[in-house]
């Protein structure tokens, strides 16, 4: 591989500088889309060579998408094997029978399989070229799914006496958080290859409005597409909207709100809800044109609609943070898409609302907190404010997140012309004075 990068073209791309620092043994922080397939990465690198390779992935979900890649490959068992605790003991043993015998060029786990002692005892005597973790962000603090990656690292990681080199894949992150993460493992030496956000996928409005009952009239019209009044039915566009809210029971009362305003194909979900229940209603949301799902506490990362239909995401109530944003929104890259049509245009449509009274319940709940540190309540206040800034900016959308993401020095492009901000600017240039309503609304706020 090294022979081949010597007299490969001198192209800097991030898969290269990937490669290139896996042959060197060297720790990488890799930023990339959540849409991205970061296994078409290390899947070179993990059949060379006579170790093994290990990656953690977050669940058993992540890891059959990745199998599928191998399995297009004919690449098969033992080369590529998996522990995720759902084998049969039997299974088990023959896993790790061919990683004693130098068979298993890649295996995919969980972070719960990765620390038990039998997987440890295991991983000590092989040999480990490196080892990828997919969705690193999850090591910090703040994050979903952090309690099961801090086991991880507390219970397995730092259980090593000597770790092989880390490949950390994360979704886009502002170089703060990729240093944060870089010293919570204790990094002082390491490549970082940031990827560009999918900043490009998605048109964002942002509704800061006073109160509920704005809210809920300004959601009914923008799903109708109507400002009459009176149950108005169905969607006037197809494709999904999914409604993010914060609990089950505002998701419950929105849901049935909705439902009385005449609306078909409502499907209320949140982590109160059976398996059963949650599969049936993105079932519903994946093959219905015309469908509203209402939803609290779910993951939005793996929310993978008919992207041809642009769908539409409503966050009823304002994410806790900027990087929160970035998980939720823009997460499907436009570039290199199969369909030409698509290709290099915004797959997704991004209502935000935002009211005085979110933001001093968000600051209430973060006050009243007995499960938080000090440290932890003025983290997360200030980036709840951080986030608010952005909301009441009076610039691009896209600008301030690249901003927020690259850094202020480093913005070589233009404003998008899509977002609200920009077509309020491009209504004011010509005579209009709608632009008065939202000064004062930024002042009031």
């Excluded at 990828?132 to 086991?151: I, K, M, N, Q, S």
Aim: with cysteine; aromatic share 10%; proline share 6%.
């Amino acid at each position: 591989m090294s022979n081949f990068f010597r007299h490969a073209p001198p192209l800097d791309t991030e898969q290269r500088r990937f490669l290139e620092a896996m042959t060197q043994h060297r720790n990488v922080i890799a930023t990339f889309p959540l849409g991205y397939s970061a296994v078409s990465l290390y899947a070179l690198a993990s059949m060379m060579g006579n170790g093994l390779v290990v990656a953690v992935c977050p669940g058993m979900r992540q890891i059959r998408r990745n199998l599928e890649h191998f399995k297009q490959a004919e690449l098969r068992f033992p080369e590529v094997a998996f522990l995720d605790g759902t084998q049969m003991p039997h299974e088990e043993r023959a896993v790790h029978s061919e990683i004693n015998r130098n068979r298993v060029k890649l295996l995919y786990i969980t972070p719960e399989r990765f620390v038990s002692l039998t997987f440890l005892e295991v991983l000590v005597h092989a040999t480990v070229n490196f080892m990828v973790v997919e969705e690193a962000d999850r090591l910090l603090p703040h994050t979903a799914g952090h309690a099961t990656y801090r086991r991880f690292y507390e219970g397995g990681l730092q259980q090593l006496a000597q770790l092989p080199p880390l490949a950390l894949v994360v979704p886009p992150l502002p170089q703060t958080r990729m240093r944060e993460l870089a010293d919570r493992l204790g990094w002082v030496d390491y490549e970082r290859i940031q990827g560009l956000p999918a900043l490009e996928s998605a048109t964002v409005q942002v509704a800061p409005l006073f109160t509920e009952h704005q809210k809920f009239t300004h959601l009914v019209n923008q799903l109708s597409g109507s400002p009459g009044k009176g149950k108005l039915g169905r969607l006037h566009e197809p494709g999904v909207s999914w409604i993010q809210t914060a609990y089950p029971a505002q998701a419950e009362k929105l849901g049935a709100s909705l439902l009385d305003y005449g609306f078909e194909s409502v499907g209320i979900t949140h982590y109160k809800k059976t398996p059963r229940e949650q599969s049936r209603i993105l079932t519903m949301a994946n093959t219905q044109a015309n469908a509203v799902v209402v939803s609290a506490g779910s993951d939005l990362r793996y929310w993978v609609p008919d992207l041809a239909l642009k769908p539409r995401l409503v966050l009823w109530t304002p994410p806790v943070s900027v990087d929160e944003l970035l998980m939720q929104v823009f997460r499907y890259p436009t570039r290199g898409r199969t369909d030409s049509s698509l290709e290099g245009q915004p797959l997704m449509q991004c209502l935000v609302y935002h009211t005085k009274e979110d933001y001093l319940a968000g600051l209430k709940r973060l006050q009243s907190s007995h499960s938080l540190s000090a440290e932890e309540v003025y983290t997360k206040t200030q980036s709840l404010k951080q986030y608010r800034r952005w909301v009441l900016s009076r610039g691009c959308r896209w600008l301030s997140l690249i901003a927020y993401f690259q850094g202020t020095t480093q913005i070589k492009v233009g404003p998008c012309g899509r977002c609200d901000q920009c077509l309020a600017s491009a209504r004011g240039r010509k005579g209009d004075w709608s632009c008065l309503p939202r000064l004062l609304k930024h002042w009031i706020f």
